[in-house]
Each structure stands twice: as C-alpha cells, then as structure tokens.
C-alpha cells in the first residue's frame, strides 16, 4: 500500500510543461489597385476564396491569419484588358506584390 502512495504521490507532482496550442497571428493586409474602374478581385482568407467586384480603382481587406496559413490574391481592371497591381502585406511588411496586364496573381505563406 505504501509504495502505491508513494507512486501516486510522484505522479501527480511531475509538473507538466503548458504547451501551446494556437499557433501566432498576424495582421494580414491585401491591396489591389488598376487603372481603371470595374476592378475584379479575387482572394484566399483561410480555406475560402472569395471573388468581389467594386467600382473604385482600389480596394484593400484587413484581417488576421495564423503561422502556416496559405495567401492568394489576384485582380484585373477593365475586364482584364487593364493594368493592375496586387501586394500582400504581414504585420505591416510587403510579403509579395505583383503589377501587370492581364490578372496579376500573387500567392504567400504566412511566417
């Protein structure tokens, strides 16, 4: 009996280390801009892509995103005969940016 105490007794003083389970996040910011109005854009949040028309001539979206997290962006101006620009943005800092004819695309991974 007195060494099942004592078994219990060390068992249950091992301190367990806390082990985080969230991964960090971060500010992620995309920012599309063409030269003319109609600008189509296309995006990754998460696991959803999302497609959004608007009739300025930029468009950015703010939200937060965990470590490992998969980014994605393109857009067109003037049904995609315009020229357009696209960046990806972590914390503040370009990640990735593209400008071009056509629908310029840019993908990143969230550090």
Known sequence: MKYILFALVL???CKKEDKPTDKPTH?????????CCDLQV??????LKTHTSTNNFS?????????GDQLEISASSD???????????????LLVGKN???TPQVTAVVK
């Open 27 to 35: 500010v992620i910011k995309y920012e599309a801009s063409g030269e």
């Open 11 to 13: 068992l249950f003083s």
């Open 42 to 47: 296309s995006y990754r949040q998460g696991s």
């Open 100 to 102: 071009g004819f056509g």
């Open 79 to 93: 049904n995609t005969n315009g020229f357009s620009h696209v960046m990806i943005y972590q914390d503040g800092a």
């Open 59 to 67: 468009w950015d979206y703010t939200f937060t995103a965990q470590v």
